[in-house]
């Protein structure tokens, strides 16, 4: 009797991999050029699960693990950053031989505009949109998206303008190849995602990627890790909070106060920047130095310096009261934010609101710069144990049991001249959706407790 021949299964162009925002732009820029897709999640119900059947009842969307039968069908697999690329389903695809990118990959491949790309562990929302704001200002068409706001392949969607600005996280550009912007930034590496890195090192390899091209480095000339990803003969220009050499970008004294230069050109009194703090003062010579590159005008990138209020949750003045201002910085979710958020304020003395899921950070930087600055430090969430055991040695510590009742404990505390700073040092999802959620859970906690001292 002959043996059943068994046919492996018609093969599809591309499973998408996570079906959430990032899935969800891939999914519109396949149908949009009629390209067959399946989708796959590894939960059971993802964000944008009931959007997508209804966007696409024809196509395969498969949710509560990874298919490795529908993916082994696949020729390529879009994978959103979420999804670890290490994942075992995963690896056994790419050693079948079937391509594994991400929604950056598949932007890279298709773009015809200029781009200017930027990464690091903390400021890449801030450097995005001031670059943003400064190629607008200096009459470009300018698109950003990426990691913030709109999704890399949505941006494609309209008609090209005349450059694109993009935050890029170290997940998007692990499965990124192609990108060669004219400009690219790492601002700095400090320890993040260590749940999903073996060491800083690994961490930092994954944000190198965005040299790759051959366009110029702009890098942090004060970042000893960032650095040394310098290349020969690539162009480079660095920025740092000292004095500039040649062609870099950097702090001069003049008159007594400290401007912004570059080489021995004073460029704008520090002071009358908008946004506040050391660490934006190194977020604002990224920013010129990547404009400086794209040929923006430089009198009018100042003046977005000059009038540029900041990101919400970012270092965001919420309320002043009996002498105690307060400072929502949510988006701090790694050591490196906090540490940046509490050095750049001063000599004021800091209440430290923090807390949240640790991600695997260490906080060795952390207790370095609460020692001296931090009066107090009020600690919740997941992995408030392990901050207190760090900040003990360094600073008064309390524990509380949620954000409300951390916020209560912070004005039961603060003295007229101190600042409150929330400042988690974590990530959100332990107790809320995500760092925006929390940031307007704390704004609304503090608007409760000085309802009679101030207005929102």
Known sequence: MAKERRHKPDRIDTVIIGIGATGMSCARFLANRKLPFAMTDTREVPPGLEEARRAFPDITIRTGLLDMELIMQARQCLVSPGISIHHPVLVKAAQEGIEIIGDTELFARHVNTPVIGITGSNGKSTVTTLVHEMAKASGK??????NLGTPALDLLEDPEPDLYVL?????????????????ATVLNISEDHMDRYSDVA???DAKERIFLGDGVMVLNGDDPVVARMAKTPREIIRFTLGEPQE????LIEKGGNRWLGHGKRALLPVQQMKIQGLHNVA?????LALGHVAGFDEEMMLEVLRTWSGLPHRCQWV????GVDWYNDSKGTNEGATVAAIKGFGDRPIILIAGGDAKGAKFNELADAARGRVKQAILFGQDASLLKQVLEPVTKVQQAKNLEQAVSAADRIAKRGDRVLFSPACASLDMFENYQARGQAFIDAVYEILRDEVEP
């Open 247 to 250: 062609d870099e970008f950097g």
């Open 202 to 204: 690994e961490y930092a």
């Open 283 to 287: 977020n604002a010579l990224a920013a």
């Open 167 to 183: 935050e890029l996280s170290s997940f998007q550009l692990e499965t990124t190849h192609s990108l060669n912007p004219i400009a």
């Open 319 to 322: 309320a002043e009261a009996q």
């Open 141 to 146: 068409d300018v698109k950003a998206g990426g």
